[in-house]
């Protein structure tokens, strides 16, 4: 395949799936609940449940088990972020997000003349590879808040990389999508084909079964040392393509992060997310508070005008990510200006409800340093699950190793992130430096949006997503479909999404949006119609208790204790 060809197949989204029709949503009176995007996953999560386990021991367990079942979109050889709401206690959060090796430079991933190399010669290989995180994170949360042994999160997807499992239709469909690439990654090519995988195929991967047992027996610290440690650095040092400067200290430095959370209000409910390098909250509730003013409920789902709406105040959201969003680590990000109601209503100001703006330009929020706007790439990719255990504690996780199969590198069995391509290529932009440039050390922006609702102080509906920057916007809409639309969680994450390219709005292909595009053109939108990466999560607090939801487009479930 011709790397130009090669490069629209991996960005191609996959196409809707049919609903599923089992176990998409589960009601749990009095009981705990799981949701994710794979049946086997769900399984995991409710088995560690029925065991006593805990929220968090349940989206260990799912996240480990997604490692297995879902290769293509997260795993152990990624990272995410996982809010914990304890019941009756405080929100906390964890950023497993992957760090780029100490040797990264600012220009990584541009040419000798200093341009940005094309994405298809950079995602492939060593170089894309961040230290993963997810193992550690992992750890962080079954000592702050798990009730199982560590060992025993591990059963389930053990059971399933040595006993096999059947090939969902969505990984095979990744699988037939990227396997031209794997000519160039052996050991990838044949875990899963040369050609791909067909739906229904049993596959057994011993290798990740043999590594699973070796860190549930010792612990986190053999994932980042000892032989597999020499096997992710062999993987990544000794690619064909584009070999990485990881070395051992970089793996074995490696920690999990605490970080306070991100919340702002909307319509007398709490939202809260993911701190920075995660662009998810301040994002959310930027759209959220922008779209406060206008009566959402009165105008309703079907109205072009309330599609409008969010299209305009999604747009101005961005443009402010782009511009001020990266590792508040390395760079100042003024999140406390970003979500500032005021600064927010005067970006809300800009928006009519009977035209469009003619340009959505980035802001200046309060505390804002000088800075230059640059686009960042995110491939579609990710998933995202939850567990509400019966005490009432909720756990919700997004996890990721960026594009399908990540970098193409499999070490120890598992698929190697290619996140460092989160980053913005260009270091500069009008000769200033870009938030979210290549650093040693640094975390690369997301767009993972793991969120929670609040009533009165109370948990009410927690949603996530996975598709690259579209993540947002499937939150956002999921809770204005909620909040503002009365829709139970699973109808409110199967609402179609409106999202934008560079010419304007992309309607959902295939949904009741499509009819829309007329009137939001003569509202003076340039309007297409084009195939989304849409897949998520959600849970709501009912009368009755918990209810879990996996999206409809998918193959995900969702089961009660």
């Given at each position: ?15 809707a799936l049919a ?25 995991a999560?409710?088995?560690i ?16 088990a ?14 995410g ?28 991933f ?5 341009k ?22 992992a750890?962080?949360a ?20 040595e ?41 057994k ?6 590594l ?9 610290d053999?994932?980042?040392t ?44 709490r939202?809260c ?6 662009s998810?909250?301040t994002?959310?509730l ?7 003013r ?13 599609w ?5 105040a ?10 001020y ?7 100042s ?6 979500i ?5 209503g ?25 800075r ?5 790439r ?23 190793i ?22 913005t ?10 938030a ?22 109370k948990p ?5 997503a ?20 009365g ?9 179609p999404?409106?999202?934008f ?12 949006l499509?009819?829309?595009?007329p ?7 340039k ?6 990466p ?18 409809p487009?998918g ?7």
């Amino acid at each position: 395949m011709k790397p130009v060809l090669a490069l629209v197949a991996f960005l191609t989204p996959l196409p809707a799936l049919a609903p599923s029709s089992v176990s998409a949503q589960a009601r749990a009176p009095g009981g705990g609940i799981v949701t994710s995007a794979d049946p086997r996953a769900t399984e995991a999560g409710q088995a560690i449940l029925r065991q006593g386990g805990s929220a968090s021991d349940a989206a260990i367990a799912m996240m480990l088990a997604l490692t297995v079942v879902e290769p293509q979109s997260s795993g152990i050889g990624g990272g995410g972020f996982l809010l914990h709401q304890s019941a009756g206690g405080k929100l906390e959060t964890i950023d497993g997000r992957e760090k780029a090796p100490a040797g990264a430079t600012p220009r990584r991933f541009v040419d000798a003349a200093g341009k940005p190399i094309p994405f298809i010669e950079a995602f492939q290989g060593g170089r894309a590879v961040g230290v993963p995180g997810n193992i550690r994170l992992a750890a962080l949360a079954s000592k702050k808040w798990g009730k199982l042994p560590w060992k025993a999160l591990f059963q389930p997807a053990i059971r399933l990389a040595e006993g096999g499992f059947a090939v969902t239709r969505p990984m095979a469909e990744a699988t037939t999508r990227v396997s031209p690439l794997w000519k160039n990654f052996p050991a990838t090519a044949a875990q899963y084909g040369s050609t791909g995988l067909t739906q229904g195929t049993t596959v057994k991967n011993p290798a990740l079964g043999k590594l699973l047992r070796k860190v549930a027996k010792d612990g986190p610290d053999a994932f980042y040392t000892g032989g597999n440690a020499k096997a992710l650095l062999a993987a990544v040092t000794t690619s064909k393509l584009n070999p990485s400067e990881m070395t051992a200290a970089d793996l074995t430095a490696y920690q999990a992060k605490e970080r306070a959370p991100v919340c702002g209000e909307y319509r007398g409910y709490r939202v809260c997310g993911m701190r920075p390098p995660s662009s998810g909250a301040t994002t959310v509730l930027q759209i959220l508070g922008m779209l406060e003013r206008f009566d959402l409920k009165a105008l309703g789902k079907d109205s072009p005008v309330a599609w409008h709406l969010i299209g305009e105040a999604m747009q101005l959201a961005y443009a402010d990510r782009e511009k001020y969003l990266g590792d508040a680590d390395f760079v100042s990000v003024p999140v406390a200006g970003l979500i500032d109601r005021g600064y927010i209503g005067s970006r809300s100001r800009l928006i009519a409800e009977e035209k469009t703006l003619s340009a959505y330009d980035a802001g200046t929020p309060p505390g804002a340093p000088p800075r230059t706007a640059a686009e960042q790439r995110e491939v579609p990719g990710t998933t995202h699950f939850i567990a509400v255990d019966r005490a009432g504690d909720v756990a919700t996780m997004t996890s990721t190793i960026e594009g399908p199969f990540g970098s193409q590198l499999l070490a120890n069995g598992y698929a190697l992130n290619n996140e460092l391509t989160d980053f913005t290529f260009a270091p500069e932009k009008d000769g200033a430096p870009v938030a979210n440039r290549v650093e040693g050390g640094k975390r690369p922006l997301s767009s993972m949006a793991p969120t929670i609702v609040y009533k009165d102080g109370k948990p009410v509906f927690t949603v996530g997503a996975a598709g690259g920057k579209t993540i947002i916007m499937q939150v956002t809409k999921a809770i204005v479909a909620h909040l503002d639309w009365g829709l139970n969680a699973r109808d409110s994450i199967g609402e179609p999404l409106v999202y934008f390219n560079r010419e304007g709005l992309v309607l959902e292909q295939g949904t009741r949006l499509e009819a829309m595009k007329p009137a939001l053109e003569k509202l003076g939108h340039k309007v297409s119609v084009g195939r989304l990466p849409l897949k998520a999560n959600a849970a709501e607090l009912t009368t009755t208790g918990w209810v879990g939801a996996a999206d409809p487009r998918g193959v995900g479930t969702a089961l009660s204790e």
